[in-house]
């Protein structure tokens, strides 16, 4: 089974609701950042990104939010859906590479 | 449409064996990397390649070494596999050094008993 994901942070979330998961940077000077999908038995997968130009930015179902005071950073999904279960991580881009968060385990239920 | 290929997908080792885990991408991508994931830790940069013809250290490079081969292929290396080695591997490259988002293989699950 999978293994990676144990000890994360979990959002359970009804099927039709809207779903926040967050996420704090640690580096003011960061000007992009991603938010990644990765499903069990796969690597990740980008869902959306935004530059620190912006404070918002939308996708198909899904927002990011940008808060460069506190350094905080949001993904919102609208009507979640159960192929939205997933472990969600926030990446910032330091120089030349991406630095990850620990993630948060999204489990949908009908 | 490949995209980043890993092999091998599983892998046990004894402590003490060398291995090379490899990866290569089909999209023209200039900057490649290598990750590991733990539980609870998410995903940590061991070694990276901005261009072809370098690479740098991680955050966590110790007991790794790395080569581009050539643009298309980046392999990391372990000389002498720990216990503490065990992770998921994964192996990701993007287009610029300036990022615009990374595409993922789909992992290398190592055990070293």
């Known amino acids: 089974g999978e293994s990676v994901g144990l000890h994360l942070p979990t959002l359970s979330v009804q099927e039709g609701d809207n779903s926040i998961i967050n996420c704090a940077y640690s580096n003011s000077a960061s000007d992009y950042f991603i938010w990644y999908k990765q499903e069990s038995g796969k690597g990740p997968q980008f869902i959306i990104d935004i530059r620190s130009n912006m404070d918002k930015r939308q996708g198909q179902r899904v927002t990011v939010l940008l808060n460069k005071t506190v350094k905080h950073l949001s993904l919102q999904i609208a009507a979640t859906q159960p192929g939205d279960s997933a472990v969600y991580f926030c990446a910032e881009q330091d120089t030349d590479k991406l630095i990850f968060g620990t993630g948060t385990r999204l489990q949908v239920f009908p | 449409n490949a995209g980043v290929t890993q092999t091998p997908k599983f892998q046990v080792l004894k402590t003490g064996q060398s291995m090379t885990l490899q990866c290569a991408q089909d999209?023209?991508?200039?900057?490649m990397y290598w990750y590991r994931q733990d539980p609870g830790m998410g995903l940590r940069l061991i070694y990276y390649?901005?261009?072809?013809?370098?690479?740098d250290k991680g955050e966590v490079p110790n007991g790794y070494n790395v080569s581009r081969l050539n643009k298309r292929e980046f392999s990391l290396r372990l000389e002498s596999a720990a216990p503490s080695q065990t992770s998921v591997y994964f192996c990701?490259?993007?287009?610029?050094?300036?990022?615009?988002?990374?595409?993922f293989g789909s992992g290398t699950r190592l055990t070293v008993v």
């Open positions: 390649s901005a261009s072809e013809g370098t690479t």
């Open positions: 990701a490259s993007s287009e610029t050094r300036t990022v615009s988002g990374y595409t």
């Open positions: 999209m023209n991508h200039n900057s």
